[in-house]
């Protein structure tokens, strides 16, 4: 949702045999090594093992892949002010820089034809990389205040675990963006990039492509978890305004991110499957589906007031988008409050 690259680079590991296939970019020596595999479920070895290939530097991140030197975690009751500095018990921690790289964003439609989708398609016809589907909505036309959101919250049920892992990433999480999808905060639920467990954390990706995370908290399949982004005064209209974004176990937070962004963030995504290096879609959690319920979206009523805030998601439009459907990968929504992501696991 965010820049295009179109420079990729693959990596193809078979047995004890590691072939590395390289184009452009000016990239130079050697892949990384594949991440720690020692906790996978199970990997069918008669398969040629494919990971789509980074350059150095980059990881995965649930609105693309990033350059390390543009990711940074928050300390636990740190905030990020306006400038992109890290504030910790009111001293600037760090203050990153705009990104100095490109986001690099991969789906098979821009794969097909290159090195990557060739060695691909030598163990599988299948490659999904990024947003999947999800379910979407803009914010009402109010008419005196601007056209925003200030708040969203879902519980997200964790799923079983893929019945076969090995380099996947995947993502779930509902949304907020401005109308461009140039910056987003979520509640993330992640399972893999090197560790086979479910972990959840709260994201922020400003407009000069830095990226902020919380800590990133372990939880366990068939959890509730609630995840929230809410703006701290309820009845934020203009700039400058303050946000939370956490994830809670019943009323024990987990992890939690604050940041001031000055977004007007017109659009919800109340649930949506991101993943990458998935070649089988026995990398896909073995439950075949995630389930978002209880969602409320909010938007601003009356800033003279600050604990204002109307509840709006019965009156939103909401609609499914679809980028990849492979492995049957679909989501239905049966009222507004509740979403559930299907695909088939096997």
Sequence with gaps: MRKSFDCNMNELVGGLVAAVLALGCGAEGPAPAPANQQNQSSVDANVPQVRDWLPPGYVRTPNGQFHESCVHEVPEGGEVDETGAIWLNGKVVSAPPPCAFEVLH?????????????????SSALLIDGWTRYVQAYANNMGVFPVRFNGLEATMTVPTAPSQALFQTIFLFPSLTPADGMAILQ???????????????????DRSDNSYHSQWVQVNPGENIVGWVRDVRNSCVGTNCSWDVKLARGNTTLTSLRTTSSEAYARAQKAVLEVYDVTKCAYLPASGFANFTNTKVYEPYDPSNVDARIEVTNSLVWKKVTVDSSCGIDVQFPNPQTSKIVWNPN
Aim: charged share 20%; aromatic share 14%.
């Design 106 to 122: 991969l789906n098979r439609e821009n794969v097909v034809g290159n090195t990557y989708g060739e060695v691909a398609r030598q």
């Design 187 to 205: 509640p993330v639920l992640r399972y893999g990039d090197g560790i086979q467990k479910w972990m959840v954390a709260g994201w922020y990706v």
